[in-house]
């Protein structure tokens, strides 16, 4: 079995996920360490405008559209079912169901594609609608409609990367998965370089040309067809091609997976949707977009590298095990992955929450450079660090629900999501200050990530009952190991406060005690684990 599947469940499961969790996380820290260049790039150049926001909204909308209908979902959905494919029937029963897969949902993205470029003047109006001046609002929904009809094929581009990730992590493959979205954000950020040397940097919406809607549209498309061709490329090589065909109808595996997505449809819409209503409210400040954006970028980066490189790796051998009927082995890998999530979240949370300041000072450039945006900046890191930790624990147990095939528990806590962060990120508009407003934005993602996580793990807890369902000895000593970086931490936002020195002189002090207390961590973890090594799940 682990030969076909690729990831060797069966064999040293511990040791092959650890290794596999450094190999994603290695290349996701790439990728979002070009995705936060791409954030500040594009605000550096476009500055703190409504230019700005309508350019990365209108971005944001085929990423929005193509994870309404699968998102998130997909690899969860899909490769389970792969692996268990592979597991009964070998490889080429495998491709044939991808295949058939991949017929009907490309069918299904191409027709949004349509769809968007169709209603691009409804989308453009829902885009700009919060921009107070009447002639400002006119011209930016001129844009904002140009824009979503050079962006919209990038909802079938979206599909195919996704199909090719999902491919790959099926087949043991994570590497090439994890590294592909940077190949996007370089190009991106290529794009936006051009636009701002050819046209000029800080444009507002009254003085934008046609040739600068046309370089940053096309562009962009450009580099997301990159992305989904090197997706492609990882497919092939991990032994599983995707090639459409239409006669899904005819696979029973197929036929199943489509009705899985479709009952899973809620769960990536809503957390869409959720995200698309603060982006509303935050359009209402002047370069609030990027604002959180950017604070976003910040966010992701910790949970991607922990939480999602840890659930990613642990899903074939948790899916495995439910293939298999082995409910201490499903237990064990759900309790292993927890333990890592939370062990790698918790020294993201102390070190944004003391060098939130520093870190806002280090992302604006160009036109970003102002007070108030490093106001507005840290006060969303600051709540974000600790929406990062939860949303690492909802990561990590909606996975589990998803091996499981349990679809009803992650819809539930979306939806129940949606209706909390909705409800918050309103509540901002009755703000007047920007700084208060946006702070509340990233509340409002605190919040719907707090209820999120609370119901995915109740789930989780009664379907493992009564295996252990956590590690106590490893979370009381991941909680010493953060304790333990508080010196470091407190003494490092200390000198950073005094404001000596240029930002050089900032982001070299940022990154020496960052690293002096992440080895502080790493110190303490290993010596409080080592008596237990080789207990270890």
Known sequence: MSDVIGTAPTRSPSNTAVRHSVTVAGWTLASRATGLARIAVIGAVLGPTYFANTFVTTNFVPNVTYS??????????VVPATVGALVREGTGRATAMLGRVSGFLLTLAGSLTVLAMTAAPALAWMLTCGIADAAARAQARDHATVLVLLVAPQITMYAVAALGAAAQQARGRFALAAAAPAVENIGLVATVLVAG??????????????????VLGAGSSLAVACHAGLQAFGAIRAGLPIRPTLRWRSDADATEIARRLGRCFVIPACTELAFFAVLAVAATVPGGVVVLQVAYAVYSVPTALGARAISTVALPRMSAAVERDDRGQFAAACRQALSYATITSLPALCLLTFFARPIAQIMTNGELRSTAFVEQLTSCVMVIAVAQAVAGMHETGRQALFARVDLHGPRLASMRSLAVTVAVGLGAVLLEDGTARLAVCAAAILAGDLVAASTVLARLRAVVRPERFVEGRRLAVAGMAVAAM????????????????????????????????????VVVLRAGMRPSTGRAS
């Open 68 to 77: 309404a209908i699968a998102g998130p979902a997909l690899a969860m959905v």
């Open 197 to 214: 040397l050819t046209y000029g940097t800080g444009r507002e919406v009254t003085d934008v040309p046609l040739g600068l809607l046309v």
């Open 486 to 521: 508080v010196p470091a931490t407190a003494t490092g936002c200390w000198l950073l406060s005094t404001g000596a020195g240029g930002p050089g002189a900032v982001l070299a002090l940022l990154a020496g005690f960052a690293l002096l207390a992440l080895a502080t961590y």
